[in-house]
């Protein structure tokens, strides 16, 4: 099942159902659940088997928002990849390497990713995003997968100088309009096995970034255990699980977006999403 939020044809923003080439405006029918968040917690999408009723759009005339533009928090994981570890020159951690990012930061697919005026630094770093379902606190691993309501791409797109301009990286992170979120999330019966599932990050169609989903340091599960202990996941909340290596940061020379680049970043099982680099302003 494919799910997502966006803008429809009729100018309300909404979300729903994906069926090849058309989109079930979910929302439109729904007037108690005004936003996918909402839908994920109600009993109807928790239960499964929901009837799909609703206006019914192609893709090609809608325009798409952030999966969930609306989350409570985005939990974002670093350094949680082998080979980025050691393109960074960091030492591996006992613990996950965590980061805020703020909503106001995302957009949807489709949409310009925005390269700050005050930075020539704007980075890709593709990555693969949980959507919780079911909430909780101290979620064993054993019961973490149980928590997920689906599974989207994401660019979390980083503004290098910024982001080391002091030891913490939120002002990198955070630029408006730098965090692609989308097309769409996947229930978590539609991904495959993790080895066998592969993360691409393609700029200008060339690839930068490969790796299947096995190879991160801390599994999803470890991921979702580690945070729930401090903190309660709640329906909406999104964390993004960390990027493979190949960043542009870290070439020689390095390899940084600017306006006009087109910046992919696909799945297995998951979607593709993709972006124009746009200038501020």
């Known amino acids: 099942m494919k799910l997502t939020s966006f803008i429809s044809p009729t100018g309300n923003a909404t979300y729903g159902l994906?069926?090849?080439?058309?989109?079930?405006?979910?929302?439109?029918?729904?007037?108690?659940l005004p936003s996918l968040k909402d839908f994920l917690a109600c009993k109807e999408f928790t239960a499964g088997g929901f009837e799909a009723t609703g206006p019914v759009y192609p893709l090609a005339s809608i325009?798409?928002?952030?999966?969930?533009?609306?989350?409570?928090k985005i939990i974002c994981v670093g350094l949680n990849y082998k080979d980025h570890i050691?393109?960074?020159?960091?030492?591996?951690?006992?613990?996950p390497s965590?980061?805020?990012?703020?909503?106001?930061?995302?957009?949807?697919?489709?949409a310009p990713m925005i390269k700050p005026r005050v930075s020539e630094r704007f980075d890709y770093e593709g990555e693969l995003a949980i959507i919780i379902g079911?909430?909780?606190?101290?979620?064993?691993?054993?019961?973490?997968?149980?928590?997920?309501?689906?599974?989207?791409?994401?660019?979390?797109?980083?503004?290098?100088?910024?982001?080391?301009?002091?030891?913490?990286?939120t002002p990198g992170k955070n630029f408006d309009g730098t965090g692609s979120f989308g097309p769409y999330m996947v229930t978590p019966d539609e991904i495959g096995p993790r080895e066998t599932s592969f993360l691409i990050t393609r700029l200008n169609g060339e690839v930068v970034q490969k790796a299947s989903l096995d190879l991160m340091v801390f599994s999803i599960e470890e991921q979702i255990a580690y945070i729930s202990t401090y903190t309660?996941?709640?329906?909406?909340?999104?964390?993004?699980?960390g990027t493979p290596g190949g960043v542009g940061d870290r070439r020689s020379p390095p390899l940084y977006m600017f306006a006009g680049d087109k910046v992919e970043v696909e799945i297995t099982g998951v979607g593709l999403l993709q972006n124009i680099v746009a200038n501020e302003g």
């Open 18 to 32: 994906i069926d090849g080439d058309m989109i079930t405006d979910l929302g439109a029918t729904r007037p108690l």
């Open 63 to 72: 325009t798409c928002l952030p999966v969930i533009p609306n989350p409570g």
């Open 86 to 95: 050691a393109e960074t020159g960091r030492s591996d951690s006992a613990y």
């Open 98 to 110: 965590l980061f805020l990012r703020t909503a106001t930061s995302q957009i949807g697919h489709n």
């Open 134 to 169: 079911q909430p909780g606190r101290h979620i064993s691993q054993e019961n973490a997968l149980q928590h997920i309501a689906g599974y989207a791409c994401y660019n979390d797109g980083s503004v290098r100088d910024w982001q080391r301009h002091t030891h913490q990286f």
């Open 232 to 241: 309660t996941l709640e329906t909406g909340d999104v964390i993004v699980t």
